[in-house]
Nanobody, 127 residues
Framework: QAQLMESGGGSVQVGGSLRLSCGASREIHTNYCMGWFRQRPGKEREWVATIDSYGSASVSDSVKGRFTISRDNAKNMVYLQMNSLKPEDTATYYC?????????????????????WGQGTQVIVSS
């Protein structure tokens, strides 16, 4: 059964950093498009970042310059390094996988593209 498992969430002060990790089961192939979404309180789920199997990455404008996505295909892991965190980054962050590689090259990644989801990890940024 394909599974994604996030870790690394927590509470941090404004300006701080966190690194989220996502481990994928072997059913999630390393050529899948991988990425992160987040859902802020009272808001819809929104795209944060995606990365293809070659390491080509895209991030949303709201986190550009602060968040970096990376992956380790040998470990089947995806990471989200979050720096200069702001209160508006407070959200539940979800790891997702999309078997359709071409989706990785869209201007943004719709939640409808993801075929697999993790359970989410909460990030709280306080001032």
């Amino acid at each position: 059964q394909a599974q994604l498992m996030e870790s690394g969430g927590g509470s941090v002060q404004v300006g701080g950093s966190l690194r989220l990790s996502c481990g994928a089961s072997r059913e999630i192939h390393t050529n899948y498009c991988m990425g992160w979404f987040r859902q802020r309180p009272g808001k819809e789920r929104e795209w944060v970042a995606t990365i293809d199997s070659y390491g080509s990455a895209s991030v949303s404008d709201s986190v550009k310059g602060r968040f970096t996505i990376s992956r380790d295909n040998a470990k089947n892991m995806v990471y989200l390094q979050m720096n200069s965190l702001k209160p508006e980054d407070t959200a539940t962050y979800y790891c997702a996988a999309d078997p359709l590689v071409s989706d990785c090259y869209e201007d943004s990644w719709s939640p409808t593209y993801a075929g697999y989801w993790g359970q989410g990890t909460q990030v709280i940024v306080s001032s």
